[in-house]
């Protein structure tokens, strides 16, 4: 047998058009939904990695990843939260490089690997890193289909210090907000109501009509403004130097590190950029939902130099249940927590349940929903099923508490066979990360199904149940009270508390782990609506919670 491994379809496409059918017995292995899609629309030989990834592989390679990752050195990195960077980049690196040989070399076991065809293709940034990864540990069995060499000028030669658009000196408080992704315009709006000057950090100069809107009730934006070329800022990393049940990672992961150091150079000139700003101490507030990279460091530097922070918890944060439970869900919180943040809310008593492993600065900072979907309000018929997961790329890749791309498609057949039941609606929300192509084929692979890239928001107006294994949807649901049930068909992950007993009515969330399970929970909701969601909740709607926050901390 002969494999063909690509990232994505368009990487599948190149080599199939270059084999031009010399060789009959392949087999595509995929690494994303959207091959995997390709290969079923056309009928071509795969390998479907859902028989090789078993929940092992998953405990493995988080369990690896901790022991790596509590070593690494961070040379002359300076603030929390660009170490942070770095060590979620390291991590990625080690998924991509800890996934692709562990799988390949599962299939080698099993079939009669002869060949594998990759496309040659590097670019060790972001995307067709598969190349390098099969070079290295399969080099007896590659073949090339087309060398590429690397635009390394692009990416390693083009570097500025910053600095950032002046602000006006004002007597009224000032907030500024990191960004306004993740509905923080909730908070931008309230805070220009009560008479707060607002100033939000933007990566964009080309304005929408949104910020043009924000621009005329008073926002003001800031800019980053490159005021001097500059060579890439070495940060003295040293080298990796890692194994893992006899698999040496060191050499790809240490490649990586160049590249990593390109982006850590962007970082830190943007980050010495925000604390030119906080030092001159003109800045009452500093808000953010980001704790990485520059908007991590802006709360850094806030902490230095006595500035108020307030951190807004984007994902879903909650308790863990094991050791490795623990492991994925520190993760998570890197990313939406920072230990220098001074206030930190509490939305709802999933992340209430959560400080027993992180150590939020104000337990009694219960605000209820902030930037969560809110529709308590909705007149419409709620007649339908909504089921929101998180999908991640081969470059973000996650493990335990995300399903795999295959798991996806799996949960899609068992919810078109359920959709054959008219009682049974089902619209499907997409993750931002899957592509057009898989949009659009899904649709024609699940005709029982309703795919959409709507908001949750608008979802979640129709829909009296929510389904998803892991994702921000089970706090927006719960917000708008919606009940909620966690399926787990792999028996792998449970996100928080909630209730297995499918015969005990009317409870917010439940866990099920198979699909008879999945069925009779449904029904059950669909016939009592009456659920008491104040076990999760707190707070008022949203808005006024925002005022109450503001005004309690200003």
């Given amino acids: 047998m002969n494999l063909i491994v690509s990232e994505d379809k368009k990487e599948l496409e190149f080599i199939l058009e270059r084999l031009q059918n010399k060789f009959h017995n392949y087999h595509v292995l995929p690494f994303s939904l959207d091959v995997l899609i390709y290969c079923k629309l056309n009928n071509l030989n795969f390998i479907n990695p859902l028989n ?16 790596l990752l509590d070593n690494l050195n961070y040379g002359s990195i ?23 040989y562990n799988l390949i070399s599962l299939v080698s076991k099993s079939k009669d690997v002869k060949k594998i065809f990759v496309s040659g293709w590097t670019n060790n940034i972001k995307y067709y890193f598969i190349s390098n990864i099969v070079k290295e540990y399969f080099s007896n069995f590659i073949e090339i289909i087309e060398k590429n060499k690397e635009n390394k000028i692009s990416i390693l030669n083009n570097h500025y210090e910053f600095s950032l658009t002046k602000f006006n000196s004002e007597k009224k408080k000032k907030i500024l907000f990191t960004g306004q992704e993740y509905n923080l315009l909730r908070l931008i709006i309230v805070a220009r109501l009560i008479k707060l000057s607002v100033y939000v950090i933007s990566e964009k100069k080309n304005f929408n009509i949104l910020n043009n809107l924000m621009k005329c009730i008073g926002v003001k934006y800031l800019h980053f403004e490159k005021s001097k070329k500059i060579e890439i800022k070495d ?6 130097n890692f194994s893992y049940l006899g698999v040496n990672f060191s050499n790809l992961l240490n490649k990586s590190i160049k590249y990593i150091n390109s982006k850590l150079t962007d970082t830190y000139f943007k980050s010495k950029a925000l604390e030119n700003i906080l030092k001159l101490k003109k800045i009452d507030l500093v808000v953010s939902v980001i704790a990485r990279g520059y908007q991590g460091s802006a709360i850094d530097f806030s902490k230095l130099y006595g500035v108020k922070t307030l951190g807004v918890s984007h994902g879903t944060i909650s308790k863990s249940f094991d050791e490795y439970d623990k492991v994925y869900k520190e993760t998570i919180a890197e990313g939406v927590y920072n230990k220098n943040y001074d206030y930190f809310p509490i939305q709802t008593n999933i992340t209430f349940e959560s400080a027993k492993n992180f150590a939020f600065p104000d337990l009694k900072l219960k605000t209820g929903n902030l930037i969560f979907a809110e529709n308590n309000l909705s007149l419409r018929k709620k007649n339908k099923i909504l089921y929101a997961v998180t999908n991640k790329n081969f470059n973000q890749m996650q493990f335990l508490g995300v399903e795999l791309y295959f798991e996806f498609y799996k949960n899609l057949e068992i919810l078109n066979k359920l959709g054959e039941d008219r009682n049974f609606e089902i619209i499907v929300n997409l993750h931002p990360s899957v592509d057009d192509f898989s949009f659009k084929n899904l649709k024609k692979l699940f005709k029982n199904l309703e795919f959409t890239k709507e908001k949750i928001s608008t ?32 028996k792998r992950y449970k996100h928080c508390d909630s209730e297995e007993d499918i015969e005990n009515k009317s409870q917010p969330i439940y866990y099920v782990s198979n699909e008879k399970k999945l069925k009779k929970c449904i029904i059950n909701i669909k016939q009592n609506r009456k659920v008491n969601f104040q076990e999760f909740k707190y707070g008022s709607n949203c808005f006024v919670n925002i005022y109450k926050l503001f005004k309690k901390i200003l």
């Fill in 78 to 100: 300076e603030t929390e939260s660009q170490k942070k960077e770095y060590k979620n980049y390291i991590r990625k690196k080690y998924f991509q490089i800890y996934f692709t």
């Fill in 235 to 240: 940060f003295k990393l040293d080298n990796i």
């Fill in 52 to 67: 090789y990834i078993n929940n092992q592989f998953h405990k493995n390679i988080l369990i690896s990843s901790k022991e």
């Fill in 459 to 490: 979802c979640l107006k129709k829909t009296f149940v929510t389904i998803s294994f892991s994702s921000t949807v089970i706090e927006d649901s719960i917000s708008s009270n919606i009940p909620v049930i966690l399926f787990d068909n792999w």
